[in-house]
């Protein structure tokens, strides 16, 4: 489902050390200063389609060096482990966090190899995909569509079908809100508006992001992009180059039932889908000025 992305991974911090530099992270996130958005036009879609591009090329270097140092980390621990056993030390504290530290670290490593992954498939995809611009008038279309999956068990695929395998929508008007949940006993993140939407299927593993678990492939994956600033305090460097922050990233399977905090955004998903497969909405070129641009039109 819904996965928090980028937060740069830090030093293993006492919990009250790290809650309180969490909650600081979330107090400048929510500041009203932070939801200053960049320009934004279809003459501005090649820009934020290359700024995108370049982020998760850059995501796909500053990855590999936070899984060496974890890795580092990691072969330290158990070093230090075996030694306390073979001396008798198994049993105390001393040991007790020390393993406890190395299970954070063994979860942090499989999250980075996650992220990883997921940088190596959109910076595929997107080299595959050019920019479609949305304007407000086209997208009047999705209000006489119904997509409401909160009363559903079940998603079906098919329904996301006519979206294609591959894009990136953005739109002149933001066209839902989407607001990730961390889990019990985490600060709320900033809700944000949806501003664009890259979906891709799912791609091959990239070197060094395997974590040795069988695994349930999605068929697709959505991407929810905001312009707001706000999730940019709790995002990795990289994406400080970019227009637009992700949101949150949703695996979509055949039969998952949706979380009630992505339901804007599959929804959405599930309209343009109906819209674009029955050509309510159909593509057309931009003129010479603003070539390379895609603009989806009403029918």
Request: net charge neutral; proline share 7%.
């Amino acid at each position: 489902m819904g996965r928090r992305h980028h937060h740069t991974p830090k030093r293993a911090a006492t919990e009250k050390d790290w809650r309180t530099d969490l909650e600081r992270e979330f107090r400048e996130a929510k500041d009203p200063q932070a939801q200053t958005v960049s320009p934004w036009g279809p003459g501005w879609a090649p820009v934020v389609h290359s700024t995108l591009a370049v982020t998760y090329r850059y995501l796909m270097a500053e990855w590999p060096q936070y899984i060496e140092v974890i890795e580092r980390r990691l072969a330290d621990s158990d070093k230090r482990m075996n030694a306390m056993e073979r001396r008798g030390k198994g049993h105390t504290d001393a040991f007790a966090r020390l393993y406890d530290d190395s299970v954070d670290d063994a979860l942090m490593l499989r999250d980075v190899r996650g992220l990883l992954r997921t940088a190596t498939q959109v910076s595929a995809a997107l080299a595959e995909v050019r920019p479609t611009w949305v304007p407000a008038t086209a997208t009047a279309v999705l209000a006489e569509i119904d997509a409401d999956v909160r009363h559903t068990d079940t998603l079906s695929t098919d329904t996301l079908s006519g979206l294609g395998p591959s894009g990136l929508l953005l739109f002149e008007e933001p066209q839902a809100y989407v607001q990730e949940v961390l889990g019990s006993g985490m600060p709320t993140m900033p809700e944000v508006t949806v501003d664009a939407l890259l979906w891709r299927p799912w791609g091959p593993m990239p070197a060094g992001s395997a974590d040795g678990r069988a695994r349930r492939v999605p068929e697709m994956v959505l991407h929810a992009l905001t312009r707001s600033r706000a999730l940019q305090p709790l995002r990795s460097e990289g994406w400080k180059r970019s227009v637009l922050t992700e949101a949150t990233v949703i695996d979509i399977f055949h039969g998952m039932r949706v979380a009630d905090n992505l339901t804007p955004v599959v929804e959405l998903a599930i309209k343009l889908a109906h819209a674009m497969g029955d050509n309510r909405l159909r593509p057309q070129t931009m003129p010479t000025a603003s070539a390379g641009v895609t603009v989806l039109q009403a029918a």
